[in-house]
């Protein structure tokens, strides 16, 4: 008896390199992400490998849809192919997509800070940023009216503590928080000088550097403390600045209003046996 011959379902080629360009396009970006990290190659270079992969994850996504639209309409195979092409190219644009949502609601600013009329100044700091780096100088007015309109809650701290008290909080969550300390210099009352704290904080996925400084002021009742936080690259910091000054002040104030522990009172010594026998034979 003769067998039937089974004709197969040819694969659509559209799937089948949607489903290549997203695997391609996901290995890009994990070596992308690597590269930035590392600081192997210089930040634009860098940044323009993630962005051509990203580039890659939306192509392939395209074709997966066209391949879709094909098999529908053909009969073909590469259903598989284009789900999976689909799935994995959407892994690398998920993030920055969210990130492109927070940009359109937030505002398009770089450096914040406690003080726009009188900002901390960054001045170790100035040194080590790349010249291609965005300028180390306080952008102006229009941007403290954004900052202002967006996050009314960024303001200076103003503690009841020493001058000295607040440095040291400052510099103990900045540490806490493994900043790289460019330079840190406490507070003097003869003659009279601000504490300050320059350091470097780092984005938990790229690594990107955002400069940072803590100014500590005295004040009649306290210590007045400002803060600033200022991206290197960009025009946009996607919010993370002020998040970064928010944070901050809060930790510095959940230290200074932590009781401070009451020193034991050395306890007192036993009465030496010999002095007692003597006592005893009077």
Not at 30 to 54: F, H, K, W
Not at 159 to 184: F, G, H
Request: aromatic share 6%; glycine share 4%; charged share 25%.
């Amino acid at each position: 008896m003769a067998r039937r011959r089974i004709a197969e379902q040819p694969t659509s080629r559209l799937a089948v390199w949607a489903q290549r360009l997203a695997l391609f396009s996901l290995v890009a970006t994990l070596v992308s992400v690597v590269i930035v990290r590392s600081g192997a190659l210089d930040i634009v270079p860098a940044l323009s490998t993630l962005a051509v992969a990203l580039v890659i994850a939306v192509v392939a996504i395209l074709l997966a849809l066209a391949a879709g639209v094909v098999i529908w309409r053909e009969g073909t195979g590469g259903v598989p192919q284009a789900i999976a092409a689909l799935l994995i190219g959407c892994l690398p644009i998920a993030y920055p997509l969210y990130l492109v949502t927070k940009a359109y609601r937030l505002p398009a600013i770089y450096d914040v800070t406690t003080d726009p009329i009188d900002p901390p100044r960054f001045e170790a700091i100035a040194r080590l940023r790349p010249r291609d780096a965005n300028d180390i100088r306080y952008p102006g007015l229009h941007t403290a009216e954004l900052q202002q309109t967006a996050y009314p809650e960024i303001k200076t701290d103003d503690t009841e503590v020493s001058p000295q008290e607040a440095y040291n909080a400052a510099l103990k969550v900045i540490t806490k928080r493994k900043w790289r300390v460019v330079d840190a210099r406490p507070p003097q009352a003869t003659p009279q000088r601000d504490g300050l704290i320059e350091a470097i904080a780092f984005t938990p996925l790229l690594n990107f550097r955002e400069d940072v400084v803590v100014r500590v002021r005295a004040a009649p009742e306290g210590a007045r403390i400002d803060v600033r936080s200022s991206s290197r690259y960009g025009r946009h910091d996607l919010g993370a600045n002020a998040a970064r000054v928010l944070a901050l002040i809060d930790d510095i104030d959940d230290i200074l209003a932590a009781p401070v522990p009451e020193k034991k009172q050395p306890e007192a010594k036993p009465a030496q046996a010999a002095g007692r026998g003597n006592s005893l034979k009077r």
